[in-house]
Structures are given as C-alpha cells and as structure tokens.
C-alpha cells in the first residue's frame, strides 16, 4: 500500500519541470496494475486500461528522456481519444456503472444485465498455512475474502432499498456466446422471501409493457425569462468589512456581481487543461516579472530590459503552458516583447522624471468613514509622485479617464494622499508602451483623454457609493448591463451633478446567465 500511495499520489517533479519517462512508465505501470485487478469486478475499467496501455506505448515510441506538463496532457488527450467530457444526464434519466453506485432514493430503477456472470465470483488467495502464518508474522494480515463478498453483497441490495416506484430486472434470455443466460443470484433470494401461495412467475414478463396508455396534454406556452436588472434578497446586505479598488468597482458597476462574487463567494471552477493565452493571462505574466524588475529601485533602460529578457524566459512557461506549443509561437513572442519593451519604457519614464521608485506591488490601505478600503499599487513613485496602474490594453482605459469613470486609480489617489496632497494617477499600457493620464501629471508626452482630477472621481463614486448602501439595506440588487451586448449602460462617467457612473464588469463576469444578459438563461 505504501509503494501503491507514493507511486500514484506523491509528486514526482515540481510544477515547472518534466518528468522523466521512466517515472512516467512506473506509474502507469502502477495504474494498469490495480486495474487489471479490479476489472472483473468493475468492468467499467476497462476504457481507462486501454488509456494507460495506449499512453505506454506512445511513450516508448517517443524515446524521450523526460517529457514536459504540456507533453504528458497532450499524450493524455490523444489516449483517451479527446473525449473529455461525459455527456451529462438527458431528460430526468442517470446511469451507473454498478448497482452499487446507487446512492439515494430513485423513482424507477433498470438493472440491465441481471446475470449471474455479472455478480463476481468469490477471490481465492492459493496459500498454505505455513505461508500464510509468515505474512501474518510479518505484520502481512490475509484479506477477509468474505467480509469482502458481504460488502459486495450488500451494494447488490442498494437498487432494491432506494427504488422508490418500480425496479426492473433485465435479464437476456442467452448471452454473448449464445448459451442460456441466468438470473443474478439475488432473485434466488428474492424467490425464497415470497410469502406462500406466490409463485416467481408473476415477477416475470417476457415482455416490458407500459402500465398505462400515454396520455396527450396540450399546455400553455410560458413567456421565456428575460434579462432582470434588478433582483431582490429576502434580507439587507452591507459592504465588507475591507473591500479592495477593485470590489467598490464593481459593486458600483453591477451590485448584483458584487453580492454574487463576495457574499455567496461564487467563482469559475478549475478551468479543464492548461489555459489559452489571453490579454488577461499577459498581464499577470507582465505584472510579475515587472514586480521583480523593478522590486530593487530603478534601473537605467538597457539594464530593466535585460533583466525583464531573463526574467521572462524563466516564468513564461509557468504562467501559461501552452505558449510552449507551435500553434501559440506567435503569442509567446508577441509577449515577450511587450514585457521588455515595456521595462524598458518604464525605466526610460522614471530616469527622465528623476523619480525614485517607492514600492511596485505595493500593498495600501486607509480607513474611510465605510469600508476600510485596502489594495495593491503596481508601481509608486516618489517626487514626483505618482501612482502608474500597469493595463494589458489601451482603448478601454483611455476611455474610463475620458469620461470620468477612472475609479481604480481614483481609489490609488485617495489611498496614498499624504500632506504633500494626492499623487497624480495614470495608467500604462503594456502593450503600446503609452501614458494614459489625468490632467495635471508632470508626465511628458502622456494622453490626457479626459477633463475629471482624481479627486473629482473619487467624490462622484462616495454619492453612488452612498445610493449603493441604501439599495443594499433595502435587499436590492442592480445589474444594469442585463440589458446590453456591450454591458455599458447609457451616460457612463461623471456627471454634471458629480454623481459617478462607472461600467459593469460584464467582459470578465461569469454571471451572465443569472442576469439573462447576451441570452444566458
């Protein structure tokens, strides 16, 4: 059991390197092994020893020393024949693999096989008596065989205790070599508990009939759901006791996104095998390997482009796999670039300004009259000061600073405002190296799409901060993007009144189909 234990569950590389194939070899042995030994009693296994045979040889063929995460999913997915999902109940109706797997109450239950060849035989360990008094002296005890067929029996009896309407017993009249097939041995037993007068007969039918004719209903067409943009809970909610940058965006953007995400604590599962690459996977890579760039204080641009190269080579294939494959050649060249060129530009920004870098990442929180708002600064600068938010894109952000609906660096100025007042705030675009600024940044050369201050921002956003609070006390929930494909509701930014009107998150939600929004029912 312990040989078993570490050749199937304890890691045999870290994440981030291959495995060898003689490792690989071992534990598929390991695999095929158990089996091959439960197959005549579960014969459900056998697709998956086809796999691991399948996956052996692949690797023998291979003839490589060692083989990559991406490697082995890739010899997965050809083993398994690509078929990744199963297909999920139809219509009210479920299967099992054994009768034992019937776990709760059904309303009519089809054992199909009832044969007495599908019930598995009694295992025979062939031992004498002076071996087996060997292996029990060496701390070996002999399996209980027929505690093991009790067990067994017992998971025969489940399809009979949990059928709550009808148990029908399918057995074929001859088998697959065209003998007499015969019943599973519990219809002897359910023969012998027939109270007297009955005979087995009337338990029998050559043929299923339906016990009653179907019947033809007309029913009345519903109206399909529509998209809700305000939904109510059976009690009030509040705001968190912290809430970062981000959650006050969203909670001002669509509440019901908010509630959903923070208070049910509802979120996408594991995604299944390695992730595509995407502007949002670009950006964490870019966002960590900058942290480690910049972490000691500035650098001149050569030097942070150098170490960015480095940098970037050693964590590309952690932070996505699939960038090793042909396909992604592209992307992974597109990206590497873009974190170099974008070190390089920042360093070139910092040494023009003659700022000093305060902390990248840096961790920041203040306590407002509600909530203690707490986040993370990508990078700090200090005289001048200055507080860069690092975004993948451009075209969006320009645009939140156009209308006044920046709040995230809104957030950042309010965070780290000292008495030498509030720093000014911009986003950086990592993948055209540009500035995008509010008005007033001594940034030279930045895009300043907009009229709105940080502080005008911050101010618009604490009154719909306020309208959000009442609407939670009350139990209501918003999701204004319910009704667009785009998810921007109409007058997005700061208005005349300087009430903050700031854009769902509905690009990145994975809520839609609770809103009705794009469809989702």
């Not at 569950?9 to 439960?38: C, F, G, K």
């Not at 005890?141 to 009808?166: K, Q, V």
């Not at 001048?384 to 075209?395: A, E, F, I, N, R």
């Not at 940080?454 to 939670?472: N, P, S, V, Y």
Request: charge should be negative.
């Amino acid at each position: 059991m312990r040989a078993r234990v570490k050749a199937l569950l304890i890691a045999v590389a870290p994440h981030d390197e291959a495995v060898t194939a003689a490792a690989a070899t071992s534990r598929l042995d390991a695999l095929l092994s158990w089996a091959n030994a439960a197959l005549e009693r579960h014969p459900s296994l056998e697709p998956l020893i086809g796999a691991v045979q399948t996956c052996r040889d692949l690797i023998a063929e291979l003839g490589a020393g060692a083989l990559t995460r991406t490697e082995l999913r890739r010899l997965a997915d050809v083993a398994a024949g690509g078929r990744r999902h199963r297909v999920s109940p139809q219509a009210g109706l479920a299967s099992v693999p054994h009768p034992g797997a019937v776990l709760g109450p059904a309303e009519t239950i089809i054992w199909w096989n009832f044969t007495r060849y599908s019930a598995p035989s009694a295992p025979r360990l062939r031992l004498s008596p002076s071996e087996r008094a060997e292996l029990e002296a060496q701390g070996l005890p002999i399996p209980d065989f027929g505690a093991l067929m009790a067990g067994e029996a017992r998971r025969w009896r489940r399809p009979f205790s949990y059928a709550t309407h009808a148990l029908v017993l399918v057995c074929p009249e001859i088998d697959e070599t065209f003998e007499r097939s015969f019943p599973h041995p519990l219809w002897d037993e359910l023969r012998a508990t027939l109270a007297p007068g009955h005979h087995p007969s009337e338990l029998e039918v050559k043929r299923l009939e339906l016990p009653e004719a179907p019947r033809r209903r007309r029913v009345e067409s519903r109206a399909l759901p529509e998209p809700a943009t305000e939904i109510g809970t059976k009690s009030p909610l509040a705001l968190r006791d912290v809430e970062s940058p981000g959650s006050l965006e969203k909670l001002l953007g669509c509440s019901l996104a908010w509630a959903l995400r923070y208070h049910a604590r509802l979120s996408p599962g594991l995604a299944d095998g390695p992730s595509e690459p995407s502007p949002l996977l670009s950006g964490t890579l870019a966002h960590h390997v900058l942290e480690q760039v910049f972490a000691g204080g500035a650098r001149g641009p050569a030097e942070s482009a150098e170490q960015a190269g480095r940098l970037v080579e050693a964590e590309i294939d952690k932070a996505c796999e699939s960038l090793r494959l042909p396909i992604h050649q592209g992307e992974r060249a597109t990206l590497r670039r873009v974190v170099v060129d974008s070190a390089r530009e920042l360093a070139r920004i910092i040494e023009e300004l003659g700022a000093a870098v305060v902390g990248v990442e840096q961790k920041v929180e203040r306590t407002l009259p509600q909530p203690k708002l707490a986040g993370y600064a990508d990078m700090v600068l200090r005289d001048p000061d200055l507080v860069l938010d690092l975004k993948w894109g451009k075209g969006r952000y320009s645009e939140l600073l156009g209308c006044g609906a920046a709040l995230q660096l809104a957030a950042y100025a309010e965070l780290l405002k000292s008495d030498r007042g509030r720093p000014g705030v911009a986003y950086f675009s990592l993948s055209r190296q540009q500035l995008i600024a509010e008005p007033g940044t001594p940034l030279e050369g930045a895009e300043v799409p907009g009229r709105a201050r940080a502080i005008d921002m911050w101010c618009g956003a604490m009154a719909t901060l306020a309208t959000r609070q009442a609407e939670l006390s009350r139990g209501e929930l918003v999701a204004p993007g319910a009704h667009s494909e785009d998810g921007d509701p109409p007058e997005v930014g700061l208005s005349d009144e300087g009430v903050l009107t700031v854009p769902p998150p509905c690009k990145y939600c994975e809520f839609a189909a609770l809103c009705g929004r794009g469809g989702g029912q």
